[in-house]
């Protein structure tokens, strides 16, 4: 079906290429310079069966903000281009997933209208060079970005570390699920007749 997208954004900030293939079998090729969101964007590729690739160039000698926001945008934007018409897809998508200590539920609409709903404690400030405060601003680019309403609930939780990587395991099931084309649904899986 070739459900495949190549986006590219360039500030005085960030240089950034995301490529993404959502009938892929989860391989990845990932760079961004933060390690910690090279591991959350691997893990996200391999859940969600996605093939991608991001190769990030940003100002991390200011700190990690502008990149992984813009991350976010990227991503967003590719997975909305990818998706294509929407025809066939599922349209909504749910995950509760558990790690060690840690129960995350993300649940999404493709509906077009873009919406965040986040609720998670982050106990620590960092995970290696990573603030953890972005977390929260990379899931709202994706968010608005991709024109999905996502939500992202710690059930609970307690290590930091495990607590994000829920999340992003999580939001890849979810994201999955949503993308999956179903045979039964001939058209836009919507009574308004538009998403």
Same mark, same amino acid.
């Given at each position: 079906?070739?459900?495949?997208?190549?986006?590219?954004?360039?500030?005085? =900030?960030?240089?950034? %290429?995301?490529?993404?293939?959502?009938?892929?079998?989860?391989?990845?090729?990932?760079? $961004?310079?933060?390690?910690?969101? *090279?591991?959350?964007?691997?893990?996200?590729?391999? +859940?969600?069966?996605? *093939?991608?690739?991001?190769?990030?160039?940003?100002?991390?000698?200011?700190?990690?903000? !502008?990149?992984?926001?813009?991350?976010?945008?990227?991503?967003?934007?590719?997975?909305?281009?990818?998706?294509?018409?929407?025809?066939?897809?599922?349209?909504?998508?749910?995950?509760? @997933?558990?790690?060690?200590?840690?129960?995350?539920?993300?649940?999404? *609409?493709?509906?077009? %209208?873009?919406?965040?709903?986040?609720? &998670?404690?982050?106990?620590?400030?960092?995970?290696? &060079? @990573?603030?953890?405060?972005?977390?929260?601003?990379?899931?709202?680019?994706?968010?608005?970005? &991709?024109?999905?309403?996502?939500?992202?609930?710690?059930? +609970?939780?307690?290590? $930091? +570390? !495990?607590?994000? =990587?829920?999340?992003?395991?999580?939001?890849?099931?979810?994201?999955?699920?949503?993308? $999956?084309?179903?045979?039964?649904?001939?058209?836009?899986?919507? $009574?308004?007749?538009?998403?």
């Amino acid at each position: 079906m070739g459900r495949t997208a190549t986006v590219e954004r360039k500030t005085k =900030e960030t240089e950034i %290429r995301i490529t993404i293939d959502l009938d892929g079998t989860g391989e990845s090729n990932i760079d $961004t310079g933060i390690g910690f969101l *090279d591991h959350m964007l691997i893990l996200f590729a391999k +859940h969600g069966l996605f *093939d991608l690739e991001v190769k990030i160039k940003g100002d991390l000698e200011v700190d990690t903000h !502008h990149s992984i926001e813009d991350a976010g945008i990227v991503l967003g934007q590719a997975i909305l281009q990818a998706v294509g018409d929407k025809k066939g897809i599922r349209r909504y998508g749910s995950c509760i @997933l558990p790690m060690d200590e840690v129960l995350m539920l993300a649940a999404l *609409d493709l509906s077009g %209208r873009p919406y965040l709903v986040y609720d &998670a404690e982050l106990k620590a400030e960092r995970v290696g &060079a @990573l603030e953890t405060e972005m977390i929260k601003e990379f899931f709202y680019a994706v968010s608005y970005s &991709a024109a999905m309403n996502l939500h992202i609930k710690e059930i +609970h939780g307690e290590n $930091t +570390h !495990h607590v994000i =990587e829920g999340m992003f395991k999580a939001f890849a099931k979810a994201l999955d699920m949503a993308v $999956t084309v179903d045979e039964r649904i001939p058209g836009l899986l919507s $009574t308004k007749g538009s998403l």
